[in-house]
């Protein structure tokens, strides 16, 4: 025994440096860990100092392992995917106010046209009919159809939504006429033409040569 002592305590030294300095990676790739274990099959030791030897590299295996099974960092930030729930519900909300406005923009057909009017009893002309339905659902819009053009959210008229403005030029260049869309192509307006509050088709000949764009005020 006194013969593998030294050889046996180098061994250990060199098991304990080996795993604190170099990194898994290294060590598994390492050769030396093959090297022992080929030389303790082939050799002609002793029972108890073959033995001895599985036992220091049996440990090194387990540390060696044991290191490659690190699991990763806690701190390490995942962004998770936009929820599609979110995007759902924000066109559902746009959805239901659109409808409110519609609702409302409905109690007031038959009322009058009226240039300049801004009573829902006696008459109103389209851009009083368009605010006075906004400020029914707590939306701010101001007075004329050539302002109420110039704010809101630009929209496509291939992507207009239930409660969206729609614009025409018609007695003058520029926004002069509005009305709300409904949907299917129609649109509730206070028309001058009809003489009161009325829903027309955006794919009559005369608005469609006359409209000039579209603008969402529903957030």
């Keep these: 025994m ?3 002592r030294i050889p046996i305590i180098l061994l250990i030294l060199f098991t304990f440096s080996f795993t604190l300095i ?3 990676t290294a060590a598994m790739a390492a050769s030396p860990l093959d090297t022992l274990t080929q030389q303790s099959v082939s050799s002609k030791n002793s029972g108890s100092s073959f033995n001895i030897l599985n036992v220091l590299i049996g440990m090194l ?3 060696l392992l044991g290191k490659t099974n690190t699991t990763p960092n806690s701190n390490v930030n995942i962004k998770s995917l936009p929820s599609q729930s979110t995007t759902d519900n924000t066109s ?6 659109g409808n409110a406005l519609i609702a409302t923009a409905k109690t007031y057909m038959g009322v009058p046209y009226v240039f300049g009017g801004e009573s829902p009893t006696s008459g109103l002309d389209c851009s009083s009919f368009t605010q006075l339905v906004m400020k029914k659902n707590g939306i701010t819009l101001p007075r004329t159809a050539a302002e109420q053009y110039n704010q809101g959210t630009a929209v496509d008229k291939d992507n207009l939504q239930i409660g ?3 614009f025409f030029t018609t007695y003058k260049p520029g926004a ?3 009305g709300f ?3 299917n192509h129609q649109f509730i307006h206070e028309s001058s033409a009809a003489k009161q509050v009325t829903i027309s088709s955006l794919e009559e000949s005369y608005y469609t040569e006359h409209y000039i764009g579209a603008r969402r005020y529903i957030q």
Excluded: C, E, I, Q
């Excluded at 559902?92 to 106010?97: I, R, S």
């Design 164 to 166: 969206d403005l729609v």
């Design 2 to 4: 006194k013969t593998y």
């Design 92 to 97: 559902a909300t746009n959805l239901d106010k």
């Design 22 to 24: 170099m990194p898994a």
């Design 61 to 63: 295996l387990g540390n």
């Design 176 to 178: 002069s006429h509005v």
């Design 181 to 183: 869309y409904m949907g």
